[in-house]
């Protein structure tokens, strides 16, 4: 399988990478090499074979539904390029 | 006298328990030569306050006779391991100023065992990398070179900085991160010994994740047994992090000696890859007879789903990837770049925070998560991930103990060598060692010859789970055979 240009430009959308149009093509160039080099998997069939979903084997271990962990907003905010009465700052979003 | 920096830390322990010395004067000796080799681009923050700090605390403990396992002991840290109020970067533009207010569970019990923290060492951006030259700070060199020859030879990666700093002695041992190979082949290019644990060993908590289902923490040292010293503090059940095993972590060092006599070890036949060169086949027949000798039993094995190996890494750790790195937006923390809307701000901010060998695994990973292809890429290789697990069930069912490898197809390579070509070149470097990520086993890499120009080669040694015991006695029966691969040209500090 290879990607078109205007695959890329929608991928790259859905990753939230600004791609200008003079970068699609080699970005097309360098994921098509990838696509074919993982191509190799179409030879073989694993219609009967289940998905790995946990690499050692073993059950989700829980915890007491309760507060933990906190309770210093202005440590997670120390890092934030824009922060502003004890929240981050976004551009404003109107829907 | 042997340099206090070029001591093992095995030695070092032993010198600091003797009062030969004090951490303070090993702590001092190992920044000196930091300053020195400045041009191999190891280090990303130097940390000598602090380090001498926790030196001096040091020398407290140890005066008062409660000195812990790590006591003075020098220490680098590989850029992905938050450190508190310590900048980490992951190497990355996008995390450019960031100062973690914590400190990740592997270096807090680092220094909860009484190590002292030089600084931290490059990787490959966000680990992603096979040479360590996609580093935001610029390639890190290799203290090795080829007889003969100046030109800067890369250090592999993904923790290049941290197999140069140990093999230029510029600390007394380090932390890496392996997800594909990125502890053992570094270690394979600088004639140092790194072991990638079984997945679960160690927390990963405060590491920077790039593919939570691969990562693993890990030693690089200058001897089998410094690797198992810094390995049982850095191992051990977190409640931090949910894929943590609870289960007691041994005494690593009481392995390294043991014999291996009647333990079988598979060759298996599937990694003799076509245009393998003559030097790596005969290294690979040498650590055999180096087992045999030491009384192991060499048994042919074959592990058949091997060659969609990489493949299947190159779907699973970019999908994994994709959605860990979705978290860099320029809300939380790094660099903004300001846009029309919210999208427009995230889309250039991670335009210009990411470099292009991440921005190339994001696309192919958020590709192979759209929808439509799914089921085609991702399923898919989740289930042959299945088969590359029951490859390795199957041949430990049958007795084997662990299995011989190769760690890398070729030595060390020249800097801009690999990274001008195609990306898939580059990702062929991980062709011994990504076999054990996708099946979540302990592997370790141990020098055990020279190629043709002198640089040293490495042979990787996988294991059952869990047993990274058995890993410790056959690589201490290559050391035994084959000696330590010490840098002696110290051309950077003249």
Known sequence: ?95 | MTALNQLTLTQAREGLAQREFTAVELTQAYLTAMEDARALNAFTVETPDQALAMAARADERIASGEAGPLEGLPIGVKDMFATDGVATTACSNILKGFVPPYESTVTSQLWRDGAVMLGKLANDEFAMGSSTETSAFGPVVSPWRREGDTAPLVPGGSSGGSAAAVAAFLCGAATGTDSGGSIRQPAAFTGTVGIKPTYGRCSRWGIIAYASSLDQAGPFARSVNDAAILLRSMAGFDPKDSTSVNMRVPDYEDAVGASVRGKRIGIPREYRVEGMSQEICELWEQGAGMLRDAGAEIVDITLPHTKYALPTYYIVAPAEASSNLARYDGVRYGERVPGKDIIDMYERTRAAGFGPEVKRRIMIGTYVLSAGYYDAYYLKAQKVRTLIKRDFDDVFAQGVDAILTPATPSPAFAIGEKSAADPVEMYLQDVFTVTVNLAGLPAISVPAGYSADGLPLGLQLIGRPFQEETLFSLAQAVEDSAGRFPVEDFWWSR
């Open chain 1, 1 to 95: 399988m290879s990607v078109d240009l205007g695959t890329v430009r929608r991928v790259a959308h859905l990753a939230r990478l600004a791609v200008s149009e003079d970068e699609l093509p080699a970005l097309q160039g360098e994921l098509n090499a990838i696509l074919a080099f993982v191509e190799q998997l179409s030879a073989i069939d694993v219609s009967s074979i289940e998905p790995m979903t946990s690499v050692v084997p073993m059950s989700l271990p829980l915890r007491e539904d309760v507060v933990s962990d906190g309770h210093y907003p202005d440590k997670i905010l120390a890092n934030a390029p824009e922060a502003e009465g004890g929240f981050f700052t976004v551009p404003k979003v109107v829907e």
